[in-house]
């Protein structure tokens, strides 16, 4: 089933349905008016928003239900495994998946009024944290006892505790600190049914499987996900930035995986492909945009869609055109609406490596120094040059900057969108170039390599197009994505690295999971029975 039949599915709350929901939860906690149905219709996926812009291509939910407390939470779902209706749990939608897209009408269950930090155990570095807590505000909640969370998603300032852990999602700082499956150690979730079941806050345990793994990425599957149980840290306050730059990608990840194989844990990875390396290391520190009133240069047609740095497509097309010299400025647009050129031009680029930012932090100077030392030695041995702190420092003073620079491409009719996967270090060259190969034909292809690990790593690519008709953009941005996910399947890498799977990446998880999947939707039918629970997502029915 294609995700555009999968979003035609018709069927809904029934109007005696929506009745007793506002009985049972109260009449101010449901919401059915047209305004605030369209703004549960979506999450900030490219798929919501190419969707949106056709009347037929998007569902609202039904009716929005605002529970107070966990006992409205079973109370919703109650009502919802005896009448039928689906359910989607939503947190701040801020997900890039269609994972809050209804597409079976139905409920979409707020729970941003879970908003609790429950309890503080600051000697066994434990947080009980209730589901719809925001990312930022938990963080300063717990820096003002002197601890840290150290999960900095992008969007952290826009999502919620919940939708983490749902999502099995990683923040800025995973390869220190892990993803936040590391993080949990015990979830409280209601089932379908209404149950209430929680896990023991054990450290570790040998008691057959493991329920928050069960629950831990379930998407709003198996039921809903209402407080968990974190891992913490001491605020660390030492940090350091260093930065190194590399003649080819194949030597700088070399340098890092053998820092990481050799002990060394930075706080953050980020190793960027040349074309990314080009907009970054050479723009020195990000100029701000300009606001509406103040007037632009002669980039202003084109800026607002560039997502990928605070460089404006002009400034990348100069640069292009200093290094290519048959590119001329009356080129930008049909370039743009071209992409598949723009990457053949992008790989004639001469003297362009690749820049390493490296952040360091903990508690004890010896230790970070030590940590530092490890990395430097190993970027001075595959031939990374010293390049100071300042593009680290860079990074991170602007490293929650771009994901809010994206609505201009869809403004004027196109696209942008990106693909985070991971495999191990030996098959990580191979997933880079067949990915990027296969999304070239569709889209403008960045890359760069985060979330770095011992015994593997994520590739995190930005790929974007230019289109005038919606139907035009839609199909490129499928097309892309059926390229890309194929090069992904048939590498063995995993789909999604972070972001989750919702609705875009269902088929190519199913070809991933192979007879997995199918043992998936037994359980899915064992503890929801009735399908109520957030229907299509994770390539189930």
């Known amino acids: 089933m294609t995700v555009d039949s999968r979003l035609a599915d018709r069927r809904g709350l029934d109007p005696e349905s929506l009745a007793l929901l506002r009985e049972a939860l109260g009449e101010d906690l449901v919401d059915a008016r047209e305004v605030t149905r369209d703004a549960y219709a979506r999450d900030l996926s490219a798929l919501g928003h190419l969707a949106f812009r056709r009347p037929d291509g998007l569902r609202p939910p039904d009716a929005v239900a605002r529970p107070r407390d966990v006992a409205g939470v079973q109370a919703v779902l109650r009502l919802a495994n005896e009448r039928g209706f689906a359910v989607i749990p939503f947190g701040a939608g801020s997900g890039v998946c269609g994972g809050t897209i209804a597409v079976r009408g139905g409920v979409a269950l707020d729970l941003k009024g879970l908003d609790r930090i429950l309890e503080v155990d600051r000697r066994s570095l434990l947080v009980r944290v209730q589901a719809g807590v925001n990312g930022q505000l ?59 079941v929680a896990t023991p806050p054990a450290p570790r345990a040998a008691t057959g499987p493991d329920w928050n793994q069960l629950f831990t990425g379930s998407e709003g599957l198996l039921g809903v996900i209402v407080a968990a149980t974190l891992r913490v840290h001491r605020l660390p306050p030492l940090r350091l930035f260093r930065s190194h730059e590399f003649p080819d990608l194949t030597s700088a990840l070399e340098a890092v995986r053998e820092g990481l194989q050799r002990g060394a844990r930075p706080a953050a990875v980020r190793l960027y492909d040349p074309l990314d390396t080009l907009l970054v290391a050479r723009s020195g520190d990000p100029r701000p945009v300009p606001a509406p009133d103040q007037g632009v240069d002669d980039d202003a047609p084109l800026a607002p869609w560039w997502p990928l740095s605070r460089v404006s497509p002009g400034a990348l097309l100069r640069a292009l055109a200093e290094r290519v010299p048959d590119l001329r400025h009356g080129a930008e647009r049909a370039l743009l609406a071209r992409p598949e050129l723009l990457n053949r031009l992008t790989a004639r680029i001469p003297g362009v490596g690749c820049l390493l930012v490296l952040t360091f932090e903990g508690h004890d100077p010896d230790l970070v120094g030590a940590e530092e030392a490890v990395f430097r030695r190993a970027c001075e041995a595959h031939g990374g040059e010293d390049r100071g702190p300042r593009p680290a420092e860079t990074w991170w003073n602007n490293r929650l900057a771009v994901s809010f620079k994206q609505s201009g491409v869809y403004a004027m009719g196109g ?55 919606p139907d035009d953009a839609r199909a490129r941005h499928a097309a892309a994505w059926e390229a890309g996910l194929g090069a992904v399947v048939a590498c063995g890498a995993a789909v999604s690295h972070h972001h989750g799977v919702g609705l875009l990446k269902g088929e190519a998880l199913r070809a991933s999971h192979g007879p997995l999947h199918d043992l998936l939707a037994r359980v899915k039918g064992t503890l929801d029975p009735r399908g109520v629970m957030n229907p299509g997502k994770l390539g189930l029915p």
């Open 138 to 196: 938990f963080e300063e909640a717990l820096q003002r006892e002197g601890l840290t969370a150290a999960h900095h998603p992008s969007s952290i300032t826009c999502s919620t505790v919940g939708g983490w852990v749902a999502a099995r999602g990683a923040g800025q700082l995973s390869t220190r600190y892990g993803k936040v499956e590391d993080m949990v150690v015990a979830l409280e979730v209601v089932l379908p049914d209404g149950t209430l």
């Open 415 to 469: 696209f942008v969108d990106t693909m985070e996967v991971a495999t191990s270090w030996t098959r990580l060259l191979e997933l880079h170039d067949r990915v990027r190969a296969a999304l070239a034909p569709h889209a403008l292809v960045m890359a760069h390599f985060s979330h770095a690990y011992a015994d593997g790593c994520s590739i995190y690519f930005t790929f974007a197009a230019l289109q005038g008709d």
